[in-house]
């Protein structure tokens, strides 16, 4: 059984920087893809950045130039570092990772950013 455990959310003000992590824990044979995803309250859970197996990254066009996705293979986990936050980036972020056929969510992490 696969376990993701997603760290770092908080209260940041605009313009303020977080760091969010998720450890993947388990019988995992070899991930290939982890990314964020995150759900504003009264909107659809949305893409927020991947990073593959290779290294390659993808960035939502709303957060290009301002977040960035990197992975520590060795430890399984996954960080989204966000910088020059907005108000609009408050959500529950989710980490989200496919290996094989195993599919898995964190239990999300809250962001919330105050003007």
């Known amino acids: 059984q696969v376990r993701l455990v997603e760290s770092g959310g908080g209260l940041v003000q605009a313009g303020g920087s977080l760091r969010l992590s998720c450890a993947a824990s388990?019988?995992?044979?070899?991930?290939?893809?982890m990314g964020w995803y995150r759900q504003a309250p009264g909107k659809q859970r949305e893409f927020v950045a991947g990073?593959?197996?290779?290294?390659?990254?993808n960035h939502a066009d709303s957060v290009k130039g301002r977040f960035t996705i990197s992975r520590d293979n060795a430890k399984n986990t996954v960080y989204l570092e966000m910088n020059s936050l907005k108000t609009e980036d408050t959500a529950v972020y989710y980490c989200?990772?496919?290996?094989?056929?195993?599919?898995?969510w964190g239990q999300g992490t809250q962001v919330t950013v105050s003007s």
């Open positions: 989200k990772m496919i290996a094989g056929f195993q599919d898995a």
């Open positions: 388990g019988s995992i044979f070899r991930i290939n893809f």
């Open positions: 990073i593959n197996s290779g290294g390659s990254t």
